[in-house]
């Protein structure tokens, strides 16, 4: 789906597949005035509007941009974050993307198990593997937590460079894993970089 994406700066983790490092300070990017991000999400016209980061919860003007985008009453808002904030204040409205972090990422401590209790059906669970350990302990995660349960779809991808998205769909087969296997499709469209295509 055609996306405005709205990067904000600064991420207190460190994943160890993190394709964002430009974003990781909070003093990278450039500042704006809430009205003004608004209002180019609005000129730009598309189905659907993702705010993620680094850890778009770490900057606190991350609550009032996300309800001034439900305001719009236009695109979908959909925000993605690592789940390492309480996502407890995001609007009712908005899809929530919630990255649970693996032992591999290097930033597993940082999960707050009680977000879960905020996930809604239109939202979306998330695992970034990259190994066979990450996979397996994904499984005993699911169990423990019923994630499966929840309603909201559990989507894995493999990390970039680490996990070789063949074997991934092979373990989710064999498994029987309740997961929709994603790739990033940005990587596989634009392997160049990313780039602002207004
Ligand atoms: S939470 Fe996201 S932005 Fe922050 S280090 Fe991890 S992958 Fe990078």
Request: net charge positive; proline share 9%.
């Amino acid at each position: 789906m055609p996306c405005t994406l709205v990067r904000l700066a600064g991420c207190p983790l460190r994943c160890r597949y993190c394709d964002a490092e430009h974003a990781l300070s909070p003093r990278a990017g450039k500042p704006w005035a809430l009205d003004a991000l608004v209002a180019e999400v609005q000129r730009r016209k598309r189905p659907l509007v993702l705010v993620t980061g680094g850890e778009p919860l770490a900057q606190r003007a991350c609550i009032p941009l996300l309800q001034a985008l439900v305001a719009l009453q236009g695109p979908i808002v959909q925000l993605e974050t690592s789940g390492a904030y309480p996502i407890a204040e995001v609007p009712e409205a908005v899809r929530i993307v919630l990255d649970i972090k693996t032992p591999d990422s290097g930033e597993a401590a940082r999960n707050r198990w009680e977000n879960l209790a905020h996930i809604k059906p239109k939202d979306e669970i998330k695992f970034v593997l990259c190994s066979r350990r990450d996979f397996d302990w994904m499984l005993a995660t699911i169990a423990k937590h019923r994630l499966d349960a929840l309603s909201a779809p559990i989507l894995v991808s493999p990390a970039w460079g680490e996990l070789s998205p063949g074997e991934l769909a092979e373990w989710v087969l064999r498994a029987r894993a309740p997961v929709r296997l994603q790739l990033q499709m940005h990587k596989i469209l634009w392997p160049e970089g990313e780039e602002d295509r207004a």
